[in-house]
């Protein structure tokens, strides 16, 4: 699958001026200032992927902008890896959604990179800027509050929640381990199926194959074209997600509602399933 890519192929590739490698990370940069792939840039992924005033991502115009700074053309292939893992697939949807054509996942990012004992460094590289010319945007792989609102209780469409049992079940609305935070309220939206995000991964971050994911999916769809929104705390694991199901099982119709339990668990009359 060329949207997935392994560590050896990147290290074929590390050196090819029409690569570009980018670690995305959660909190600021400091996993990647503590050590990284070399040749990678190094986001955060609320600093380059969103608007820095709204909840909203970037105008197309500036979109080109950060992009063209970091030496991106239209035909550039981007590879992304997470730290961790689905902070990568956010920035795979985002690119997606902005109608980047080439646009990858390293399997099992840094860490794998790093069990392999390949190299891993400290300095930053230094890109020559380009002119990023944009893509026509693909909006249908974005569900707004909306579009959940109308497909609940919809028979001929599915959605998938990809949090934890624990903020799936109203227990927390944040992820366990973490500060209880996110939302006003717990639950799941009414009628949402659980699949969560990591059912889809190895132990060690890597992606299960076709076959595992296909039993794990098609428990609950049996027809690629059938329509899905998928969701989670922010829509990062929601991302991963729809990865999964577009890239190994060819689904047509997976839409990610990035405002997620985030905005649903604090709207004013909203249903709520618990």
């Keep these: 699958m060329a949207s997935l890519v392994e560590t050896d192929w990147l290290a074929d590739h590390i050196d090819d ?23 990678a840039l190094g986001w955060n992924w609320k600093a380059k992927l969103w608007d820095p005033f709204e909840r909203q991502f970037p105008a197309d115009e500036e979109f080109c902008v950060r992009l063209g700074e970091a030496g991106i053309r239209h035909n550039t292939t981007v590879v992304f890896y997470g730290a961790p893992v689905q ?6 949807w985002v690119f997606k959604l902005f109608g980047h054509a080439d646009v990858r996942i390293l399997n099992g990012g840094k860490d794998k990179w790093r069990r392999e004992g390949r190299p891993i460094v400290l300095e930053e590289p230094n890109v020559a800027p380009a002119t990023y010319t944009m893509g026509q945007r693909n909006p249908a792989i974005r569900a707004t509050r909306r579009d959940v609102h109308e497909n609940i209780g919809n028979p001929d469409s599915l959605i998938f929640d990809h949090r934890s049992y624990e903020e799936y079940s109203g227990q927390r609305v944040g992820l366990p381990g973490k500060p209880d935070v996110g939302a006003e309220r717990y639950g799941r939206i009414p009628g949402a199926i659980h699949v969560p995000f990591d059912a889809l991964l190895n132990p060690d971050t890597t992606f299960r194959s076709a076959d595992e994911i296909r039993q794990i999916i098609g428990a609950h769809v049996h027809d690629i074209d059938t329509p899905i929104i998928s969701y989670c705390r922010l829509s990062h694991r929601a991302t991963l997600a729809s990865f999964a199901m577009t890239e190994f099982l060819g689904f047509r119709s997976v839409r990610v509602y990035d405002g997620s339990w985030t905005e649903w668990g604090s709207m004013v009359g909203v249903p709520i399933e618990r």
């Design 17 to 39: 001026p029409d690569v570009r490698l980018i670690e995305i990370d959660w909190d600021g940069r400091e996993d990647y200032l503590e050590g990284h792939i070399p040749g």
């Design 87 to 92: 902070f990568g697939t956010y920035a795979w």
